[in-house]
């Protein structure tokens, strides 16, 4: 089980007018999936930042399930993991219930992670994982939701790409997200060297980190579904 870090650092200054203007830090994980329709969550959020601040996570993951009406998630809206099952590449939940609930069993892939929905219902799905701030470890939280369509077979591998941004929007964990309205940076494990990553917030000239390809720069109101839903081929 590996684990991963990004240190955050900022001036007195820009401390201060991010309190004092309201913004909450935001964390959004990406995910390699062949399904469209997808709607990124909030993975985690806070108020409680200072000068310098450690978002953590391991590559522990839970699959979960939640029942639904429609497929189609709208900006700010909540989707709560109504149950969940501790899962790994190569295995699958079968979901056996109108209910969301199943089993996990092997599905012989060494990188996938299958949701099988063997019934007739609709549900959103999608993987939770958790998150550590300031070295304390929080609850497993959703980290984007997908259709799941009855007799269909959705297929997810966590990426390692994490976009974080300090933003007024009153978002809390879970809700969904497409677009943001301050400038963001997207950071990527798979192009970096080291699993620990330093990058820099001022108010006015946002993010800043080195020019390795780990690090994009995504600007205010730009759509979030292309950068955290990935093709598996990635």
Do not use: H
Request: glycine share 8%; proline share 3%; charged share 10%.
């Amino acid at each position: 089980m590996g684990s991963y870090s990004i240190q955050i650092t900022m001036d007195q200054d820009t401390l201060t007018d991010l309190l004092d203007s309201g913004f909450r830090l935001l964390v959004f994980k990406a995910v390699c999936t062949t399904m469209g329709g997808g709607a990124p969550l909030v993975w985690f959020q806070t108020t409680d930042y200072s000068l310098s601040n450690m978002v953590g996570w391991s590559t522990s993951t839970e699959a979960y399930t939640s029942p639904t009406t429609t497929t189609t998630v709208a900006q700010g809206q909540t989707v709560v993991a109504s149950t969940t099952y501790s899962i790994t590449a190569g295995q699958t939940l079968q979901v056996t219930s109108a209910a969301g609930t199943g089993a996990v069993v092997a599905n012989g892939s060494t990188t996938e992670i299958y949701i099988d929905n063997t019934t007739t219902s609709e549900f959103l799905c999608g993987l939770c994982q958790q998150l550590s701030w300031q070295g304390v470890a929080g609850a497993y939280e959703p980290t984007f939701a997908l259709p799941l369509y009855g007799g269909i077979i959705d297929v997810v591998t966590p990426a390692e790409t994490v976009l974080i941004a300090f933003d007024t929007d009153p978002l809390t964990a879970g809700m969904a997200a497409y677009q943001l309205l301050s400038p963001a940076l997207l950071v990527d494990f798979s192009e970096a060297s080291e699993t620990t990553l330093d990058v820099t917030y001022a108010i006015n000239t946002n993010w800043a980190a080195n020019t390795a390809a780990c690090y994009t720069q995504v600007a205010a109101g730009q759509e979030l579904v292309p950068l955290l839903f990935l093709q598996s081929d990635d």
